[in-house]
């Protein structure tokens, strides 16, 4: 037993060559982030140094980063994002319902559901060219102007119109995917025994996802900044709060919080589209399985 354990540690020694190039790699990647962390210092040197020579600066800092006015509008604000959240659920579960049912109707190819696909096709096209915020108006002061619900909460339009907005971008992104899923997977899934609406549900959305799983991200991110445009149907969210806040004291200290507290709700999703992005591209230039 001892002479075997000698020779299985003699043959999984490590050779000196591989020693050296361990030694090397270790010490090229203390030299990036050295250089990292002294590039950062002197850029941020620069900007701090450019700042305070500015003739303008001091009253810009008062005028924009007050901490004595962003910790009073603070509580406003957070509780207008509060609304903004909520928005952005239920949004985000209504673009993936309605794009996900464009993007099928897109893919079919039934004759009976060419007039849809039609629909659709106009839809997507009509909707990916018209600004969000004009959706915004058309939706929230148009639906009004009919007579026919009564009052509704400008949340409820502003949602309705987002949702009307990105399901057309997203119906194309998942239209791509489902055109990238190689037909070999669709008639082997059927040679298993699985209908059409199983092979969709089953073998296609799933491959698809997958692969425009990056996009999907970023569309989701861009749809966490566009609910504050909301604020211009009237309703009290975190963009709106800071708008009052800075009509009554004149500084515009408001915005910055609003936009700081947009950023920390995006960073989490950035970070995993960054992460998931990555992990997809080793996936796939090692060879794996998507």
Known sequence: MDSAAAALNEAYTVSKVELDRRGFRHSQQIKSVITSIVSTIVLAAIIIVGLELSPGWSHVKETFFSPEYFVKSLPDVAKGLWLNVRVLVVAVIGVAVLSTLLALIRTSRTPILFPLRALVAIYTTVMRGVPIIVVLYLIGFGIPGLGLFGRIDPSILGTIAVVMGYSAYVSEVLRAGFNDVHPSQRASARSLGLTSGQTTRMVVIPQALRSVAPALMNDFISMQKDVGLISVLGAVDAVR??????????????????????????????????????????????????
């Open 241 to 290: 709060a800071a708008q009052i806040d800075v009509a009554s004291t004149y500084n515009f200290t408001p915005y910055v919080v609003a936009s700081i507290l947009f950023i920390l709700l995006s960073v989490p999703f950035i970070v995993l589209n960054d992460w998931y992005s990555d992990r997809l591209r080793k996936r796939e230039l090692s060879g794996g399985t998507v």
